[in-house]
Every structure is written in structure tokens, then in C-alpha cells.
T-cell receptor, first 113, second 113 residues
Framework: EAAVTQSPRSKVAVTGGKVTLSCHQT?????MYWYRQDTGHGLRLIHY???????EKGDIPDGYKASRPSQENFSLILELASLSQTAVYFC????????????FGKGTRLTVV | GEQVEQLPSILRVQEGSSASINCTYE??????FPWYKQEPGENPKLIID?????ERKQTQGLIVLLDKKAKRFSLHITDTQPGDSAMYFC????????????FGAGTRLAVCP
């Protein structure tokens, strides 16, 4: 099965601090994504990347940056964490083929205090 | 963009009965419709999907129906079991969109013995 690994699995950050969430996939997938899930809600797309060294804005990019230094790795960066960014963050990957399954990591629970 | 509405948000059924979840979407160019199951503390996992060239798909107690004219698709779980209790999310994908998913808000299904 496709493997998407996120680290850390949980984190507590202080308001105004910098947070980096990491994602590593061993699927040889070209596409990677960061989604945010708020309690009891669906997932919303923050940033995505279709090739290494390039990132694109998703539906809710404000307050977040992304970095894709290699095909396998995709990071989400919160330069100035805020209380409203408390959520569960999921990384995902998919093959570059048209309309293919998207595989999700196990998520990072971020609490900003 | 795309908007996906999912109903109901909460669904309680008796063990052995059927459960139905409905989703509507706005963009007629959407061509892939996956359903994800998410258990507490876990990542969303694909359970069934349907492409726009199909109207019905069935696998292991799950049925998905797609009505492109009405821009509506639905998940039907037959003979529900306690293990089916979870959050269920519908999603859509647009052709040529780097496989980005737009999710519904989710349905919390509780199967009561």
C-alpha cells in the first residue's frame, strides 16, 4: 500500500512561533498535498505541488507556506502560528495519472496555545 | 472552484439496516467521485469511488450512485454493522486539476446494536 508518513504526529506550538510539519512519501508520486481538518469538518486544501521545487496555493493558503525540496518530501510552514491554526493537518500524495486515488498520511494534530 | 454539500451530517441506524449519504456538487466538469471513511484518530481511507462514465458501482456491501444531470451522488451501505460506525466524506475531483479533491463536510454514522 502507498505510504505517506507525517512528522510529528502531534505538536503544541505557542502563538507567534514558527511551526514546520513534514511529510515523506515512498510512492514515487508526483503530486503532493496539504489538507487541514477542523473538528467535525471536511478537509480543505492548503497547498499542493505537482513537481519538486514548485508549490501552488490551494483553497485556504493564507498563513501557510509550503516547500517541496524533492519528490519525496513536502513541508508545511506556519511562520507565525495563530490560535485559529489549531487543527489536524493531513499530507497526501497521488500519481500524476488522470483521476487517480489520493493516499493520506495519518495526520498531525497541531495545537496552538 | 467547486462546492460539495453532504447530508445528513449525523446518521443513526439500527444494525442490519441500510444507511444512505447524499452529496451534491456544482461543477459539471467534475469527473471522479471518491468516498472516504475516517475512524477516530485515523487518516481518511478510500472505500469506494465512481468515475463520471458510470452511474452505479458496487463492492462489498457498498453501492455508489451517480446522477450527472442532477449533479448528485450517493453512498449506500447495506446491512450495516457496528464496524461501519465512522465519519464518511464524499469528494469530487476535476479533470486536469492535479487530482485535487474537494470534500463534503462529512457524515457521522452511528450503527446501534
Amino acid at each position: 500500500e502507498a505510504a505517506v508518513t507525517q512528522s510529528p504526529r502531534s505538536k503544541v506550538a505557542v502563538t507567534g512561533g514558527k511551526v514546520t510539519l513534514s511529510c515523506h512519501q515512498t510512492n514515487n508520486h508526483d503530486y503532493m498535498y496539504w489538507y487541514r481538518q477542523d473538528t467535525g469538518h471536511g478537509l480543505r486544501l492548503i497547498h499542493y505541488s505537482y513537481v519538486a521545487d514548485s508549490t501552488e496555493k490551494g483553497d485556504i493558503p493564507d498563513g501557510y507556506k509550503a516547500s517541496r525540496p524533492s519528490q519525496e518530501n513536502f513541508s508545511l510552514i506556519l511562520e507565525l502560528a495563530s490560535l485559529s491554526q489549531t487543527a489536524v493537518y493531513f499530507c497526501a500524495s497521488s500519481d500524476a495519472g488522470e483521476v487517480t486515488e489520493v493516499f493520506f498520511g495519518k495526520g498531525t494534530r497541531l495545537t496552538v496555545v | 472552484g467547486e462546492q460539495v454539500e453532504q447530508l445528513p451530517s449525523i446518521l443513526r441506524v439500527q444494525e442490519g439496516s441500510s444507511a444512505s449519504i447524499n452529496c451534491t456538487y456544482e461543477n459539471s466538469a467534475s469527473n471522479y467521485f471518491p468516498w472516504y471513511k475516517q475512524e477516530p484518530g485515523e487518516n481518511p481511507k478510500l472505500i469506494i469511488d465512481i468515475r463520471s462514465n458510470m452511474e452505479r458501482k458496487q463492492t462489498q456491501g457498498l453501492i455508489v450512485l451517480l446522477d450527472k444531470k442532477a449533479k448528485r451522488f450517493s453512498l449506500h451501505i447495506t446491512d450495516t454493522q457496528p464496524g461501519d460506525s465512522a465519519m464518511y466524506f464524499c469528494a469530487t475531483m476535476l479533470s486536469g486539476s492535479f487530482n485535487k479533491l474537494t470534500f463534503g463536510a462529512g457524515t457521522r454514522l452511528a450503527v446501534c446494536p
